[in-house]
């Protein structure tokens, strides 16, 4: 619902907490070329400002985006506005669409950014433009495609849990997804059976949100994603969206008080 | 105290409440409920009907109890956010505003209103009713309580018209208001009455601030009706809890 959204977008601006994911993001794009040993190397110091400027935007994405996420969810519970929007009849699958559209947004502007100042400060001389745009941009839609889900659980966990608990539960999952499941895949082929096979189940569970991180193709010049696993993995990252979002409509019915 | 509230209220019956000229509806009837109704929590029964009630467009009801006995139950439960306990209330096209529901604090009741009426068909309505309430625009998080009382009609005034909402129920709404906002309200509520709706009222007894087309008394578990030109001094011992009458 229009409403719901306008609503908390505009309590969102004007509490001015973005001004801090732009502030770290600009900050990085200034001083990430300073990490590299460009005396060394010149062309260095592009990989390091890149890899400076998607590290800020992912860490943005899972603090404050899923920050933003519990506050938005428990702000409903706590403040009534659950019963006030369910007594005008707003479903509860619209009422946690409008609600999730406000930190998908703030995905599309963090990664959005973050691929537009790499596109412009980021670029070694000798990669062509266009392969340069279209890394970025696919960089910006797995990283948001990724992130929906996360969000969209943190976002239906306040429905039952505080602000801090829901946020923790989103955090570890995204720790799991980008870096833990990479540790199970170490364990899946170890010599212990029980282990192997535990962790053979944990794997093919996942969530392989690494997938959607696309920093050592942007840091290393790796190119752009070919046509087939891209389309592969947007599948595999749109699936695990969809079922979050499942989960999360679920999670988020109204619960009389 | 009581038989000041008896006096104004007395002084104020007008028999033109209860009927509006000029208003032709097909169906005048809100919302019908047959006597037998039982309200409550997890099929724990609190308060029963013992008369039907009938909910009119155009009118206003007044729900009278004292603290606890189930007047925010029973709009809860018209406002279909609760299950009857037995019995059945049809769904309408209802708003239920508890006098505990908060708005962002960073934004102005303006702009909250902006985002319930994107359109801005009834912005003219919010500025008048700010005006005549004597509301600040300020940061709703600034406001006082009773300013954010008045916010919050301003709401629910705004998003009943945006939603076409045919019973509109307004949870203590008196509770902080200074008198010239209750009296500002009462007058507003009875001569711009909105046609379209039926508008609930819970109170506690002693605000009543003039008269209804109907009133709705809650208290020791029943729901019962009576006359609008009921006297106070009538309606106390009804309203009374057990133990206190005993007492």
Redesign the interface.
């Known amino acids: 619902m ?2 719901i959204f ?3 977008f ?2 969102l601006f ?2 001015n907490d973005w001004i801090l994911p732009l502030l770290l993001l600009l900050v990085a794009s200034i001083t990430g070329s300073l990490l590299a040993p460009s005396n060394e190397d010149p062309t260095l110091q592009f990989s390091a400002r890149t890899q400076t400027i998607w590290m800020t935007a992912w860490l943005c994405s899972i603090f404050w985006v899923g920050f933003v996420s519990a506050k938005l969810g428990a ?1 409903q519970r706590t ?3 659950r ?2 929007w ?4 707003v479903s509860d699958l619209h009422y946690f669409l409008s609600l999730l559209a406000i930190p998908l947004l703030c995905n599309v502007l963090v990664f959005g950014a973050s691929g537009a100042l790499t596109f412009l400060f980021g670029r070694t001389p000798e990669v062509p433009w266009q392969e340069w745009a279209l890394v970025n941009a696919q960089a910006v839609f797995f990283a948001v495609l990724g992130q929906t889900g996360v969000t969209a659980i943190i976002l239906a966990l306040t429905n039952w849990l505080d602000v801090a608990p829901a946020f923790t539960c989103g955090l570890l999952i995204d720790l799991y997804g980008l870096y833990g499941i990479i540790a199970v895949d170490q364990v899946r082929s170890g010599k212990d059976p029980f282990l192997s096979n535990g962790a053979e189940i944990l794997w093919t569970i996942g969530p392989h949100l690494h997938f959607a991180d696309f920093l050592p193709r942007l840091t290393f010049g790796w190119g752009a994603l070919p046509m087939k696993p891209f389309l592969f993995a947007a599948l595999y990252l749109a699936a695990i969206a969809l079922v979050s979002l499942g989960v999360g409509s679920r999670l988020w019915r109204f619960r ?1 008080s | 105290m009581n038989s000041q509230v008896t006096g104004s209220w007395k002084d104020e019956r007008q028999t033109e409440f209860l009927q509006y000229p000029g208003l032709i509806m097909e169906n005048p009837i809100v919302l019908q409920i047959n006597k037998g109704l039982e309200i409550g929590y997890k099929r724990r029964c609190i308060a029963k009907l013992n008369d039907d009630l009938r909910f009119r467009r155009g009118e206003i009801s007044l729900l009278l109890g004292s603290n606890g006995q189930g007047k925010t139950t029973l709009m809860k439960t018209l406002s279909g956010l609760l299950p009857a306990v037995a019995g059945h209330v049809k769904k309408v096209r209802t708003m239920f505003v508890s006098d505990e529901v908060e708005f962002p604090a960073c934004l102005t009741p303006l702009e909250i209103v902006s985002c319930f009426d994107p359109a801005g068909d009834y912005c003219d309505l919010a500025r008048e009713l700010i005006d005549s309430l004597e509301l600040q625009n300020k940061c709703y998080g600034v406001l006082s309580k009773g300013n954010r009382q008045k916010a919050r009609i301003v709401f629910a005034e705004v998003l009943a018209r945006v939603r076409e909402v045919e019973l509109l129920a307004l949870d203590e709404p008196f509770a902080g208001l200074d008198f010239q906002a209750r009296d500002c309200l009462v007058k507003r509520w009875i001569d711009a009455k909105n046609p379209k709706l039926h508008l609930v009222v819970s109170m506690h007894p002693s605000e009543i601030a003039s008269l209804p087309s109907q009133i709705i008394l809650v208290g020791q578990g029943q729901i019962d009706t009576a006359a609008p030109e009921t006297p106070w001094r009538e309606l106390r011992p009804r309203l009374q809890k057990t133990e206190l009458c005993a007492a």
């Open positions: 229009k409403s306008l609503l908390h505009r309590q004007r509490e702000f403040k009534g506005l019963e006030f369910k007594s005008v009849d009389r």
